[in-house]
Every structure is written in structure tokens, then in C-alpha cells.
């Protein structure tokens, strides 16, 4: 059973850089793209974005000029980088597995979500 | 982007009874291999949500048989056939046609 869990820093300043990572265990790391997905308090769901173990990418383009996503594969962990977080960056983030090369399944399974809290 | 909506965005319902909440996307979600790219997530309070239905009608490991969903190109359905109380949540539609990826304003539902 693929399990996902993840962490990373809870409070940060506003124009700092968040930063978050999520460990695989168990299943096929390499055959998946990633996932990165958020949720302000109180409100819905927002796609961030997703990366393949070669490190291929796509990005939600309202978020591109801050994102960056790198992954690990001897380590079977990806990371989420946001730069220049304002109040607006608070949420609870997730990390998720996503398709299968072209192969589309849904997000399954999720990690337990990390709250990121921005604030001076 | 393509924009997801969902009526009703509040839905009480009653144990043993059926339910259905509805999602339209602002663009067909049909893809070429014939399959309607839209999942159903249920977020229960204080959990991560979990996938209920993708490729518009097939269920996730797991998912027990009163969910199912249908519907393609725009208009889309997720019926509970008899709920329970642990079925309560928030439910979410989101298209997986093409990036971003945007899911619908969520749907909640209590008893």
C-alpha cells in the first residue's frame, strides 16, 4: 500500500521561501507524475502543480514565476519550493500521487497536509 | 482555465436516503480516447480528501458500491444511492482534462 507523508516549516515571514517535502513509501515511485495541491483555510482545493521522476513539470501558471518542484528518486521524495510567500500562501498543502504517464487514475493516494501559516 | 461549478454547494441529507450533487465544467472534459477526464474527492472533516470516482464513473479501490458517478462532456453526477453518516463531508468535482487542474467550489454535506 503506497503511503504518502510529508512535512516541512509551518510559519513563515511574509518574502520568505516555503518550502515542503514528500516521502513515497511503498508502490512504483518512478512510473507517476507528483503532486502538489492546496487549500486555504476554510476554502476549496487549488492543483499547484506535478513533476515525474525525471524531473519533468507542469505548473499552475498563476503560481510558475514562484514555483519550483525538484524531486529525489534514490531518496522516492519530491519537494515543493515557493518564493516570496504573502498572507495569501496560507494553507494547508498536500502532496498526492498523480497519473501514470498519460494514464489518468485520479489523485490517489494523498499525503496528510502540512499548514503553512504566513505571517509577520 | 476551465471553470468547474456545483450545485447545490450545501446538501443535508438523511441516513438511508439517496443524494446527488451535480458539476458542470465550462469546457467538455471529453478526451479522445473516449473517457470524460472529471473526479469525484470526498473531504471528510479534518482529512486529507480522498478519490471517490475518476474517469467520470469508475470507482477508486475501495470506494464502496452505493457511489457512482456518470455523466460526459460537461454535466456530470455523483450519486450516493443510500447514505450514511460517515458520508458526511465536503465533496469536490475537479477536471483532469488539461493543465492547471481545477476543481469545483465543493459540495457539503451533512446530516
Known amino acids: 500500500q503506497v503511503q504518502l507523508h510529508q512535512w516541512g516549516a509551518g510559519l513563515l515571514k511574509p518574502s520568505e521561501t516555503l518550502s515542503l517535502t514528500c516521502a513515497v513509501y511503498?508502490?512504483?515511485?518512478?512510473?507517476?507524475?507528483w503532486t502538489w495541491i492546496r487549500q486555504p483555510p476554510g476554502k476549496g482545493l487549488e492543483w499547484l502543480g506535478e513533476?515525474?521522476?525525471?524531473?519533468?513539470?507542469n505548473y499552475s501558471p498563476s503560481l510558475k514565476s514562484r514555483l519550483t518542484m525538484s524531486i529525489d528518486s534514490s531518496k522516492t521524495q519530491f519537494s515543493l519550493n515557493l518564493t516570496s510567500v504573502t498572507a495569501a500562501d496560507t494553507a494547508v498543502y498536500y502532496c498526492a500521487r498523480g497519473r501514470r504517464g498519460t494514464v489518468v487514475r485520479g489523485f490517489d493516494p494523498w499525503g496528510q497536509g502540512t499548514l503553512v501559516i504566513v505571517s509577520s | 482555465d476551465i471553470v468547474m461549478t456545483q450545485s447545490p454547494l450545501s446538501l443535508p441529507v438523511t441516513p438511508g436516503e439517496p443524494a446527488s450533487i451535480s458539476c458542470r465544467s465550462s469546457?467538455?472534459?471529453?478526451?479522445?480516447?473516449?473517457?470524460?477526464?472529471l473526479d469525484w474527492y470526498l473531504q471528510k472533516p479534518g482529512q486529507s480528501p480522498r478519490l471517490l470516482i475518476y474517469l467520470g464513473s469508475n470507482r477508486a479501490s475501495g470506494v464502496p458500491d452505493r457511489f457512482s458517478g456518470s455523466g460526459s462532456g460537461t454535466y456530470f453526477t455523483l450519486n450516493i444511492s443510500r447514505v450514511e453518516a460517515e458520508d458526511v463531508g465536503v465533496y469536490y468535482c475537479?477536471?483532469?482534462?488539461?493543465?492547471?487542474?481545477?476543481f469545483g467550489p465543493g459540495t457539503k454535506v451533512d446530516i
Open positions: 511503498g508502490g512504483s515511485f518512478s512510473d507517476y507524475f
Open positions: 513533476i515525474n521522476h525525471r524531473g519533468t513539470t
Open positions: 469546457h467538455s472534459l471529453l478526451h479522445s480516447i473516449g473517457y470524460s477526464y
Open positions: 475537479m477536471q483532469a482534462l488539461q493543465t492547471p487542474l481545477t
